[in-house]
């Protein structure tokens, strides 16, 4: 088991690999953070970078969002098509306030537990921080099927061209 939220698939389309990263680059935005235009641009899903053989890419949001998973995928092409191996993660900020405060918990938990005997204070912290924990799970769980989903349409539209 994982220690952060993460979450693997391996998927198979009988797309070839050029229509697959034709139609990832089509909805996926190069960002630049630094410019404010982003917001005002509709027909772009995700943001990240499209290479050769992977991306790293992420669901445009209008809000800050800690849970929302950063997609790194790997496209290998076959015979009738391709396989995608895709990997949700939280992004580093992400994954370091978690563990910082899970840290911050138990450390506090374990002195009220053992060097000044408060059980009771040593229970709640320590219940609060596996709220915490189970929290930013549940969240980023949510936020994959989310993004899931968009992901999937993108894989199976139909190749008409008037699209």
């Known amino acids: 088991m994982q220690l952060f939220p993460n979450f693997s698939e391996t998927l198979v389309s009988s797309l070839d690999k050029e ?22 641009e509709d027909d772009y899903k995700f943001n990240g970078v499209i290479q050769e053989n992977g991306f790293s890419i992420s669901l445009i949001i209008k809000k800050a969002d800690s849970f929302l998973p950063l997609i790194k995928g790997r496209i290998e092409s076959t015979k009738t098509g391709i396989i995608l191996f895709l990997d949700y993660t939280l992004f580093p900020g992400s994954v370091f306030f978690l563990a910082f405060w899970s840290v911050i918990c138990l450390a506090l938990s374990g002195l009220f537990s053992s060097l000044i005997p408060k059980p009771e204070l040593a229970t709640a912290i320590f219940l609060i921080g596996a709220f915490n924990y189970w929290f930013a799970w549940a969240h980023f769980k949510r936020k994959v099927r989310i993004s899931q989903n968009l992901f999937y349409e993108l894989l199976n539209e139909s190749s008409d061209p008037s699209k």
């Open 19 to 40: 229509e697959a990263l034709y139609r990832l680059e089509k909805v996926t935005k190069n960002v630049n953070y630094l410019d404010m235009e982003i917001q005002k």
